[in-house]
């Protein structure tokens, strides 16, 4: 009994020791499982964090401007201000791709996360260590009674759920405080988005660009719809649109199709990381002034002098054409001593501040013309020219009463001014709703064309010498020269026949110069001379008058609408060009003396006038047709009318309201990579007007942009562009810096932006996220203010300000 009384007491014994471990093996397994529950909420976090870093640096801008500027962006836009705790702290129910698609936008969002992440994770390796304590003393125990087991058990269990509990009231601590910080930062975000607003209207608040910044609030708000429906509510209120808009993100290449190019773009694209700034590079020693005589004025592609010296003709004015140097610059120009903010139009258009360009050799020569004069700290433009000493309007309505046909502002609408000089013509041709394209060379005429841009009018320093002006065929409807001091009839009337180029079919040339009214020898000899050449291209002279107010007289001519002239000619001079001649082939082309044959086709362009203006802004061309592909892979006609909408959508909910842009500020602004001309449809009612730049490796869309009663030119962004220093007041860039990384450098494309745009001036940039993140980092070396990033997929905006900063 004694025998069998022991065997069943150890055999209680070990059953209890067994219990008893499996117990504790059991209690410890589920202590790991809840630390690994409670510090789970790191993982998240820690992606998020190096995902960021890694991927969407362009979106780490410096909290603080965001705070000392309420009113850059709308509350929607305002990452880490809107966001709410929940979404450092995952949904469990959420899926994967959820989680995965949620969008880290500020550095402080990110930074207060891995703050409160490091938290949780120290709490819970406490409770880990706590727990393998407990579970090796369980272990050593092994012979306790089952009792004591259950009492570990339920002690563990206690404290398992305090530890849960605190690190609960911690969250729910930060949470509180985060509230705080948000009801602190109301009054701000009350400044922009109103709050009494329902969520319909404030999906169609100011801003398009709708930042998902509710995370997994959202998720519980909206009883269980996820991130991906909530994107298609809102549908037109994207940055980047999807559905019928994604599109326009998608651009095909259409060689073969509608538009061919300036220049043939390489079809293997390929990363070129040499050519752009390491991420987190720092530059700021690097940057240094340009150290050249034209100083403050400095044109790279003008001002080249080495090259200008090795020219060894100079007779039809090479020595003013672009000769840029082998490498782009990477120095900075100096600011004018004393530079100021620039007086705004349409004040600008009578005074500049004399400091901004501080020149008086052309006030002095052309002063009693009424050009320009200087008093005190202002350079005033009375509005005269050589041609209309007593005012540019009354020139522009003599035009006008001289053949009424001219209709300004209805059926003329874009003018190209030859010689331009300050541009007054151009500047009051605003009056009649009129845009003027002016050039003139930078000569002698000290300034002339950086004149016309501080005062808010279109100019770019260009001359006629040997080469094709940056301009597709029959696109203007007037060109105008007063006094332009360019010899028309010699050498075959080549520079004559370039702007017979230009003009579209049925234009008109306004001719104002001394050999129209004058009659001494020399006058008359060339007016001969021009008769004889204007008749022998069949232009018809249409008007020739005279202007007693200003003593001056005009004639006009009008180009042919079809050949049948040209095919009547007793003589083939000027000959007509080769059929392989590509009269909108502009860039870098040598001039030739012939005329090319017009349109013959009813449905080719320049066979019909556009629409009146306004409505040709918005009616597509007659001459796209459904069997076009167009930019975005669309037929053209859907493109045209796709991109129009698109554009109209993202200025009017976005950048008119939601970057902090004072658009009395603007009034000179560039589309560097321009396509059908949507953007600068969109700010039509603007009092602003858009140099529209079609890139020579982009689709050739240039002529539709012309067709809208807008303009613009070809340029080719690895090259310095022909405009003085501080011209612009925004540049807006939209996918053009990541099409360029495989032809040339970031570096100096930053530094050509930085050169033209004002200081307060604004650079807006849409373009791929990780070309996004080496452009903030160039223009924080530079010290531009960051006033906005966004980012969504891949898609990446940026909004940025330079600065009065220039190296010492």
């Not at 660009?209 to 429906?229: H, I, L, P, T, Y």
């Not at 002698?444 to 841009?453: N, S």
């Not at 129009?644 to 990579?673: L, P, Q, T």
């Not at 080496?774 to 990033?789: A, D, G, Q, Y």
Request: glycine fraction near 6%; charged fraction near 25%; proline fraction near 5%.
């Amino acid at each position: 009994m004694a025998f069998g009384t022991s065997s069943r007491m150890d055999s209680r014994r070990a059953s209890s020791y067994c219990s008893t471990t499996t117990i504790v093996i059991f209690v410890a397994l589920c202590l790991i499982g809840v630390w690994m529950m409670t510090s789970s909420t790191v993982v998240p976090v820690e992606m998020s964090d190096t995902e960021s870093e890694a991927n969407n640096k362009f979106a780490q801008s410096d909290s603080r401007s965001f705070e000392n500027r309420p009113v850059d962006v709308t509350q929607d836009s305002t990452s880490s201000d809107g966001n709410d705790n929940d979404n450092n702290i995952p949904n469990e129910s959420d899926s994967p791709s959820d989680k995965t698609s949620e969008t880290s936008i500020e550095e402080t969002e990110v930074n207060n996360s891995s703050k409160g992440s490091d938290d949780s994770f120290k709490d819970g390796s406490e409770d880990a260590s706590k727990t393998g304590t407990s579970s090796d003393n369980n272990g050593e125990e092994g012979g306790e009674a089952i009792k004591e087991a259950r009492d570990a058990d339920q002690e563990t269990d206690t404290g398992d759920k305090a530890d849960r509990k605190e690190n609960i009231e911690d969250r729910s601590k930060e949470s509180v405080n985060y509230e705080k910080t948000k009801e602190e930062k109301k009054p701000e975000q009350d400044m922009i988005t109103d709050g009494d607003k329902s969520e319909d209207e404030k999906n169609e608040g100011p801003i398009e660009e709708r930042v998902e910044q509710d995370g997994g609030k959202n998720a519980e708000d909206s009883e269980g719809n996820k991130e991906g429906d909530q994107l298609k509510d809102t549908g037109g209120n994207e940055v980047f649109p999807s559905g019928a808009q994604s599109e326009l993100l998608n651009e095909t290449n259409t060689q073969n199709g509608a538009f061919s190019t300036q220049a043939v773009e390489s079809k293997n694209e390929k990363e070129v990381q040499k050519n752009s700034l390491p991420a987190g590079g720092n530059v700021d020693s690097s940057w240094k002034l340009c150290q050249v005589a034209t100083g403050a004025d400095y044109i790279p592609c003008l001002d080249n002098v080495e090259a200008i010296k090795k020219l060894h003709f100079t007779g039809h004015y090479e020595h003013r054409e672009r000769h840029c140097p082998e490498e782009a610059p990477t120095c900075l120009v100096p600011l004018p001593s004393g530079y100021k903010q620039p007086i705004r139009w349409p004040m600008s258009r009578e005074k500049i501040w004399y400091s901004n360009v501080p020149h008086t050799k052309l006030a002095e020569v052309k002063g009693h013309q009424n050009w320009v004069n200087v008093s005190g700290d202002y350079i005033n433009f009375p509005g005269g020219g050589t041609q209309f000493i007593h005012g540019a309007l009354h020139y522009i309505d003599f035009i006008q009463e001289s053949l009424p046909d001219i209709a300004w502002g209805k059926q003329s609408r874009v003018v190209l001014d030859v010689g331009c000089g300050v541009a007054s013509f151009g500047g009051y041709l605003f009056e009649r709703d009129v845009l003027a394209m002016s050039f003139a060379p930078k000569d002698e005429h000290e300034a002339q064309v950086q004149f016309a841009l501080e005062r808010g009018i279109p100019a770019i320093s260009a001359v006629m010498g040997t080469k094709r002006l940056p301009f597709p065929s029959k696109v203007f409807d007037i060109v105008h020269c007063a006094r332009c001091r360019v010899p028309w009839h010699i050498e075959g009337g080549m520079l004559l026949l370039e702007l017979n180029r230009l003009l579209r079919p049925g234009g008109y040339f306004v001719w104002s110069a001394t050999p129209v009214y004058r009659t001494d020898a020399e006058n008359v000899g060339i007016w001969e001379a021009m008769t004889a050449l204007t008749k022998s291209m069949c232009w018809e002279m249409v008007a020739r008058t005279s202007d007693t107010l200003n003593q001056v007289g005009l004639a006009i001519y009008r180009k042919p609408f079809d050949n049948s002239c040209y095919e009547k000619r007793a003589e083939d001079n000027p000959p007509l060009c080769q059929q392989s001649d590509d009269p909108d082939a502009a860039w870098n082309i040598t001039l030739q003396a012939c005329m090319h044959r017009l349109p013959v086709d009813s449905a080719s362009r320049g066979k019909l006038w556009p629409e009146q203006w306004p409505l040709r802004l918005e009616k597509v061309p007659y001459w796209l047709n459904s069997s076009q592909i167009g930019v975005y892979g669309q037929p053209a006609p859907d493109d045209f009318v796709s991109d129009y909408e698109h554009w109209k959508r993202v200025v009017s909910k976005s950048y008119i309201s939601g970057m902090g842009i004072n658009w009395s500020n603007v009034r000179n602004v560039m589309d560097m990579r321009s396509v059908y001309g949507g953007f600068a449809a969109a700010l039509r009612d603007m009092k602003v007007w858009v140099m529209n730049i079609v890139s020579i490796n982009s689709p050739d869309t240039l002529p539709l942009i012309y067709e809208r009663g807008l303009f613009g030119m070809y340029h080719d962004w690895c090259e310095s562009f022909s405009t003085y220093p501080r011209s612009y007041d925004l540049l807006h860039a939209d996918h053009l810096f990541s099409k360029l990384k495989n032809r040339c450098q970031l570096l100096p494309v930053i530094v050509e932006a930085d050169r033209i745009l004002r200081p307060g001036g604004k650079m807006i940039v849409r373009d791929d996220v990780n070309t996004i993140s080496e452009i903030e980092n160039l223009v924080k070396s530079l010290h531009w203010e960051i006033r906005l990033t966004y980012s969504k997929e891949n898609e990446g905006l940026l909004c940025v300000e330079k600065t009065m900063w220039r190296p010492s």
